[in-house]
T-cell receptor, first 109, second 118 residues
């Protein structure tokens, strides 16, 4: 079966750095997405990786290793507004998105 | 720019009642999707559409029906609601289903519809 694993919850301190990991087992691979979802709101697109390596977007970076079935989302200079759930999703060989359950990130002052 | 709009935002139903959720997008996207989101689980695809007049089943289609009579609208119907259908429903749209270096195929989501079935 197809599977996306990510930690259920993480806690970090304002101003610090946090890394959220995602491992996947899917039928084929056509890209990996990270979305941010604040409580009670819709998911919003953060990043996309289709080739191995690091993609940087301001305070957020996302890394992909296709051979290891592994990605991480790196958040730097954490702000209170970064408290949210972070969803990892992989597009399989049929271009269907397989979603992880999400990682709830709690930022403490 | 409204993006993706869902109505209603909240609804309480009794078991056996029927209802329709409406999704509208103003981005001229071909692809539209209905997901449900339950605690501790990833988003699960109910039905999707690759263009006006076409629909297809997703991962959890039972108990739901959909229609895409106009390109900008995607309707999700519950014919006979059950407590197991209590969930938050998200509509999404995308320009493309494929992804590549030039086009992410990212999804744009509506704000969600919280449905409770008693």
């Amino acid at each position: 079966g197809q599977n996306i694993d990510q930690p259920t919850e993480m806690t970090a301190t304002e101003g610090a750095i946090v890394q959220i990991n995602c491992t996947y087992q899917t039928s084929g691979f056509n890209g990996l997405f990270w979305y941010q979802q604040h409580a009670g709101e819709a998911p919003t697109f953060l990043s996309y990786n289709v080739l191995d390596g690091l993609e940087e977007k301001g305070r957020f970076s996302s890394f992909l290793s296709r051979s290891k079935g592994y990605s991480y989302l790196l958040l730097k200079e954490l702000q209170m507004k970064d408290s949210a759930s972070y969803l990892c999703a992989v597009k399989d060989s049929n271009y269907q998105l397989i979603w992880g359950a999400g990682t709830k990130l709690i930022i403490k002052p | 720019n409204a993006g993706v709009t869902q109505t209603p935002k909240f609804r309480v139903l009794k078991t056996g009642q029927s209802m329709t959720l409406l999704c509208a997008q103003d981005m001229n996207h071909e692809y539209m999707y209905w997901y449900r989101q339950d605690p501790g689980m990833g988003l699960r695809l109910i039905h999707y559409s690759v263009g006006e007049g076409t629909t297809a089943k997703g991962e959890v289609p039972d108990g739901y029906n959909v229609s895409r009579l106009k390109k900008q609208n995607f309707l999700l119907g519950l014919e006979s609601a059950a407590p197991s259908q209590t969930s938050v429903y998200f509509c999404a749209s995308s320009y493309s289903i494929a992804s590549g270096q030039e086009n992410t195929g990212e999804l744009f989501f509506g704000e969600g519809s919280r449905l409770t079935v008693l």
